[in-house]
């Protein structure tokens, strides 16, 4: 067998393979005479009818299974003697038709892995941001706090809705007289004021009262999930099934007790420690994305393999997809505009991986036992599981290859983060989350 590798880009690759004559002749031999122990020839049994009469009867299938027999036995050979390393399926491009006279020649076009010749990481200029828990943070979680602690009962008598109220409700949304099934709810719980839902349910429910029905239009704009309801007015009916009345707990020792705390002030201490641990986990975040960018703009020349940005954006659009439906938000048309940008991240994201992966192996940075015992442990604890059921869990589902790699890629950018010059600089905005 010989073998001539041809470079079509820094990713790509094409393999010509030539095998001999005799070796195909050898095989279409061998799959003959299976073959011909078999054929069923009209008035001869299995294995007695002439030789010529089985090739002609079966000469298609003969030729048939010898090239995909030649195919299967000698790429893997082929592609170990190249030293190369496919990251997609190959494509295989065959002979029209196979000669046994002649030499059985056929082409393999392949992905790989680009060679990085790797710009600065080392002392990379980082700016991380320096931020101060805000009493107006403190107060609006002490807020937050009240609100999940609130208790809601029933009116005594039909009460119109007000502010701060809690609704239960059932809508369904309609199309030029067609019912549309992505836009029908049933008991759906929301509070006046929360800004949960569009302002347009707000508006509707404000002053109905229990068990009444109103009808209004909301018109979507062009970014709207349901492609079918993109810049469309939706025609709603909505019925108020309940209106429950919501209480909040008082801003005192009594409300730091229920949460297992002593005192108010030992609950504000404790709230703006938490905010710091975030406001640092934010600002490390931050910082690390910065330095992606950077690693991208320092390796410019990086070409990333088409395959591996065809996963990545899969991976991208399957996590925009199920974070909707935790969200309880109908299955989701993305559209063109959406797909551009995931494709953008995925591309970055596959050279930022592929930076990183050439530092861990310049760098010797490797991921142990050990590293991956203790992150299964952590994994274990946040589950209330034992470690050993992780672990199970993790190699059940071949999980194990992912969570190395993600490890991996951590350990080098704690390494790059050690060997930069970071420059604090104090934040124009607090990014607490506000939300409840």
């Known amino acids: 067998m010989k073998i001539n590798m041809e470079s079509l880009s820094a990713t790509q690759r094409k393999l010509h393979v030539t095998i001999p004559a ?6 279409r031999d061998s799959i003959f005479k299976e073959i011909y122990h078999v054929a069923k020839v009209k008035g001869f049994r299995p294995g007695k009818a002439p030789v010529k009469v089985v090739e002609n009867m079966y ?5 048939s299974e010898t090239m995909q027999k030649l195919l299967s036995k000698t790429l893997e050979d082929a592609l170990r003697e ?7 399926r190959p494509e295989i491009t065959p002979p029209d038709n196979l000669e046994l006279d002649k030499d059985f020649e056929y082409t393999v076009v392949f992905e790989v892995l680009p060679e990085i010749e790797l710009g600065q990481y080392k002392e990379l200029k980082l700016k ?9 943070d403190v107060e609006l979680s002490i807020q937050h706090l009240r609100e999940h602690k609130a208790e809601t009962t029933p009116y005594e008598k039909k009460e119109a809705v007000k502010d701060g109220d809690v609704v239960i409700v059932d809508f369904e949304g309609s199309l030029d007289g067609e019912p549309l099934e992505d836009l029908k709810r049933k008991d759906v719980q929301f509070v006046i004021g929360e800004n949960k839902m569009i302002p347009e349910f707000e508006e509707a429910v404000l002053g109905m009262k229990k068990e009444e029905e109103k009808e209004f239009d909301v018109t979507y704009d062009e970014t709207f999930p349901i492609e079918h309801a993109r810049g469309k007015a939706i025609h709603y009916i909505l019925k108020l099934k309940d209106v429950l009345k919501r209480t909040m707990p008082e801003v005192d020792d009594e409300l730091a007790k ?8 030992e609950l504000k201490t404790k709230i703006k420690e938490d905010l710091g641990h975030q406001l640092e986990k934010q600002a490390q975040v931050t910082m690390r994305r910065q330095l992606m960018d950077l690693l991208i703009v320092e390796n410019p020349s990086i070409e990333a393999p088409q395959s591996l940005v065809e996963q990545e954006a899969e991976r991208l659009v399957q996590s925009v997809q199920q974070n909707a439906e935790q969200q309880g938000i109908p299955p989701m048309d993305i559209s063109e505009q959406q ?5 953008d991240h995925a591309l970055r994201n596959v050279k930022a991986s592929l930076v990183l992966g050439e530092i861990s192996r310049k760098e010797e940075i490797r991921v142990s036992d050990e590293d991956i015992n203790e992150n299964l442990s952590s994994i274990a604890q946040q589950y209330n599981m034992g470690t050993d059921q992780i672990r199970e869990l993790y190699e059940q589902n071949n999980l194990l290859e992912g969570l190395e790699a993600t490890l991996a890629e951590r350990k080098v950018i704690d390494f790059i983060v050690e060997n930069a010059e970071i420059d604090e600089v104090v934040a124009e905005e607090n990014p607490v989350d506000k939300n409840p």
């Open 339 to 343: 797909l551009n940008e995931i494709r």
């Open 59 to 63: 000469k298609s299938e003969i030729l």
């Open 22 to 27: 005799d070796v195909v002749k050898q095989e």
């Open 128 to 136: 991380k941001e320096k931020q101060v828990v805000k009493e107006e």
């Open 82 to 88: 190249a030293e190369v390393n496919p990251l997609n």
């Open 258 to 265: 229920s949460i297992g705390l002593e005192s108010l002030d």
